[in-house]
């Protein structure tokens, strides 16, 4: 059975504080692995889709990055501003059911 | 501004009642899909339709049914709600569908059912 595990469940930093977020993957013929970002209320907004292993994205304070296991969300120096629930989702049995992880609450303190 | 659009925002139904979730994008996307978002699940899909006139069963698509009126339109009807079906209800879209497709999410509607 396909699974996407995410830890921790929450993390709070202090602002400036870098750490990382981990994706853990059991998907058949990996066709991608998605990072998004969700605010309280709002929908999911897409970040990143990773291809393979040893790819790696960036954006602003965020890297992300995938082996053949795994992907992480590196965050460096983290604002208050990116407080929010990342998930991470990857493609599986049909191309249109992506399995999503229960995602890591990232509370950043001023 | 361009994106997808849901309709309500916030539901309280009783348990047998029945309501229909709104959607529509203006991105001229192909694909749209329903999830249901609860606590320590994660997001899952209930039904997606990969163009317009076809729907499909996705993880979850039992007490749901769901229309594609047109290509900007896709809903979600509760027929008789459950107080299981309290959760919180996204509906997104893509260009084609394919795999490494990022999807465009609404707001969400949150539904509880009592």
């Known amino acids: 059975e396909d699974q996407v595990t995410q830890s921790p469940e929450a993390l709070r930093l202090q602002e400036g504080e870098s750490s990382s977020l981990n994706c853990s993957y059991t998907?058949?013929?990996?066709?991608?692995l998605f990072w998004y970002r969700q605010d309280p209320g709002k929908g999911p907004e897409f970040l990143f889709t990773l291809y393979s292993a040893g790819e790696e994205k960036e954006k602003e304070r965020l890297k992300a990055t995938l082996t053949k296991k795994e992907s992480f969300l590196h965050i460096t120096a983290p604002k208050p501003e990116d407080s929010a629930t990342y998930l991470c989702a990857a493609p599986s049995g049909s191309a249109r059911q992506l399995t999503f992880g229960s995602g890591t609450q990232l509370t950043v303190l001023p | 501004n361009a994106g997808v659009t849901q309709t309500p925002k916030f539901q309280v139904l009783k348990t047998g009642q029945s309501m229909t979730l709104q959607c529509a994008q203006d991105?001229?996307?192909?694909?749209m899909y329903w999830y249901r978002q609860d606590p320590g699940m994660g997001l899952r899909l209930i039904y997606y339709s990969a163009s317009e006139g076809t729907t499909d069963k996705g993880e979850v698509p039992n007490g749901y049914n769901v229309s594609r009126l047109n290509k900007r339109e896709f809903s979600l009807r509760l027929e008789s709600a459950a107080p299981s079906q309290t959760s919180v209800y996204f509906c997104?879209?893509?260009?084609?569908?394919?795999?490494?497709?990022?999807?465009?999410f609404g707001s969400g509607t949150q539904l509880s059912v009592l």
């Open positions: 998907v058949s013929g990996l066709r991608g």
């Open positions: 997104a879209s893509s260009e084609d569908g394919v795999p490494d497709e990022k999807l465009l």
């Open positions: 991105m001229n996307h192909n694909s």
